[in-house]
């Protein structure tokens, strides 16, 4: 019965993050780690992500920004290896609550930058993708980090899905191999990587019906909710843990 609500959550958290791009672990960890605890929580949500921006990919295949992906994931990839290697030095409840903070403070940000009409290049990408590549490794979840990368490059909608999505398939990808290494990724959580993923998975299907429906304006606003969300949550999770 514990399985069938981690999987009912993450076909919802698959369906959310299909529509804004992110959010899926942020929903799925707090479950995790009372279902399987803090040790097997991070390396099996690392599976299910992989599965949940495969997904992502597929559905917008056509749509993906092949070179600002590239400039994200050339150093992003590398990043998340160091990072997954200080994940049991660094002090977790620091590192949320400098995102959560980060989160806020973004979205006036992006609406300041959206009004000078300033737009990111692929040598920010590059940068911001070993940034956040190093803290991915770290922490369970700085999707909301590249939320606003990708949109001050110039991507809405399928466009920013499907190549937020590809670029963070790589930094996954490379987490989750860098896990492997270091022994912190039995069968057993594979397998339940494996299984929550395809809840993911059905949930970004049952997203681009959604997505299609969406005006730009409408998605940018839906990102800053999403942002707002992220970051009270992330400070919460730092401040309960004292």
Known sequence: MDLVLVLGLGLLAG?????VGTGSSII??????????????????????????????????REIDWAACAAYALTGAPAAVLGARTLLVLPADIVDGVLGAFFLVMIPVRRWADRKALRLNRWHL????????????????TGPL?????????????AFLATEAAGSLAIFASKTVAFQQFGALPLDAVLKGLVIGT???IGALIAKQIVTRLDARHF????????????LSLIWMAVTRH
Do not use: E
């Open 15 to 19: 369906t959310i993050a299909g529509v």
């Open 28 to 61: 799925l960890i707090p479950a995790l780690v009372l279902q399987y605890g803090p040790q097997q929580a991070i390396p099996i949500m690392a599976v299910a992500a992989l599965m949940a921006n495969i997904s992502r990919v597929l559905v917008w295949w």
């Open 126 to 141: 590059a940068v911001a993708g070993a940034v956040i590549g190093y803290l991915t490794g770290i922490v369970a979840s």
């Open 146 to 158: 590249s939320v606003p990368v990708f949109l001050g490059y110039g991507l809405v909608k399928g």
């Open 199 to 201: 809840s993911l998975m």
């Open 220 to 231: 940018r606003i839906l990102m800053d909710a999403v942002m707002l969300f992220s970051g």
